[in-house]
Structure formats: C-alpha cells, structure tokens
C-alpha cells in the first residue's frame, strides 16, 4: 500500500538531506524540481509515491540523522562550497552530506554542530527560542565594570540593541558571555563599540553540548543521550527556513 500523507514538497525534498526547505524553495522557483515528470510549484504537496526529481535526478531516501559536534579551529570557514580554501566541509571530511549549523568567524574558533537534518537549523539559531550559546572572550585591554555591566544590558549595533545577556569576568583581559542570540559578528561588534578589540574568541558550549575535550580540528558525533536532550529542548522551538548553509539567520561571529 502507497503511503496517502501528503507533504509539502520543500519539506520532502529537506527530509531527505538534500538541503533545507528554503534551498528547496529556491530549486523549485528555477523550475529545476519536477514531480511525475512536471514542473513543481512552490507549496505543491506530494506523497512519498510520487516521482520528485532535482535536476532530473531522483532524491535518495531519508538518511540516518547525523549531528556532530567539532572544535573549529581559527582559520577554517563554515560554508559548505568546496572551492573555498579551508571550508568546514573539508576540514572534517565526514563521508555524508552535512552541513553547519549556523557559523564562527575564520578568526574564531571553537564548538559548532552539523548535521543532515535541514528541519533543526533554525530552531537552535532562533534568538526568539533562547538556546544558550556560551563564548570565551579575550579583548586586547584590561576589562572594566562598566564594560561588564554594557555588555550584559544591551548594545546597539546593526540597527538594534542587543538583547540582555550574561556576561562574567574571568581574568583582567578575559571575559565569558551567554547569549541567545546570534547577529552577525556580535560579540566583537559589542567590544567595539565599546572601544575594545577582541583577540580570541571561542564558543564552548551550545545549549547543553560543550566543547570539553576537543581539541582544535577535532570532531565527534552526538551521543544518544545529547541527541534526546536536544530533540527535548528543541520539541517546543519555532522555526524558520534556512539554506543549506544554515545562514538565514546569522550565527555568532
């Protein structure tokens, strides 16, 4: 017997690890996805018995999910395009498709998740879901409390204001923040604005996942236990679509 659920064809076309549903959106706008030999729509709805092909090539069926956790080190980009010099995708060489969840700056370094699982992505980068995203930060003078106390209440930049955070000094020059959200380069973009420059930055942790033992350029696949915890954490998150790149949203730095 066919399977009669019908599925939003950006969402079976993700489902299956190709990309995410906005990337689908976008072979589909092309007129490069066809379902029983026709051109697709945006929103058509198709069955699991129906033809789709993605430039004339059939989609492979949903794989295994994957969710891994690596040390970026500095010098390594988070985008999936091959042809750039030193991309995340080759620096780990895993054998399956994968792709980053959200992004660290070439000059940061630290924990980073990728995964297959286009359905994820915005729902651990959404600010409006609060998923904790916790950063070590060196800046090149000694810190104040006023600088402390900024930081934590909001700074405007990129036309906001940041939301409130939790920042703590650890030594004269070193901080650590707390953040639930992700603007674009944010942390050193807050720095700056009050008049210092960040030296080194590197996230450890990222919800309940932490950078721990990893050295730099090392990576590890998500234990059972961290994946429950996450589909827990994750079960009540808002969504948005996301490229392949997990980029609509920006991630921090």
């Not at 490069?32 to 069926?61: H, R, W």
Request: glycine letters at 6%; charged letters at 25%; a positive charge.
């Amino acid at each position: 017997m066919t399977d009669p659920t019908l599925y939003r064809l950006n969402k079976f076309i993700s489902d299956t690890g190709f990309c995410s549903r906005r990337a689908a959106d976008h072979y589909i706008e092309q007129g490069l996805v066809t379902v029983n030999g026709q051109i697709a729509a945006v929103g058509l709805k198709v069955s699991a018995s129906d033809e789709v092909l993605v430039e004339g090539k059939p989609l492979k069926e949903k794989p295994a999910r994957i969710y891994l956790a690596y040390h970026k080190p500095v010098g390594i980009t988070c985008t999936t395009e091959r042809h750039v010099k030193g991309n995340i995708i080759d620096a780990i060489g895993y054998p399956e498709r994968i792709f980053p969840i959200g992004r660290l700056d070439k000059p940061s370094e630290g924990l980073i998740f990728l995964t297959n699982d286009g359905d994820i992505v915005n729902k651990v980068l959404r600010a409006g879901n609060a998923h904790e995203k916790e950063y070590s930060v060196t800046v090149n003078k000694p810190i104040t409390a006023n600088f402390i106390n900024k930081m934590a209440s909001g700074v405007p930049i990129l036309d906001t204001v940041t939301l409130p955070c939790i920042v703590t000094q650890v030594s004269k020059n070193t901080f650590k923040i707390i953040l639930t959200q992700g603007l674009n380069r944010q942390i050193r973009r807050m720095a700056e604005f009050l008049g210092y420059e960040v030296v080194k930055l590197k996230r450890t942790r990222i919800m309940h996942v932490r950078l721990a033992e990893l050295r730099a350029g090392q990576w590890r696949l998500l234990d059972k236990y961290e994946i429950t915890q996450m589909e827990q954490l994750l079960a009540h998150s808002s969504k948005t679509t996301a490229d392949c790149n997990g980029a609509e949203q920006d991630d921090e730095e």
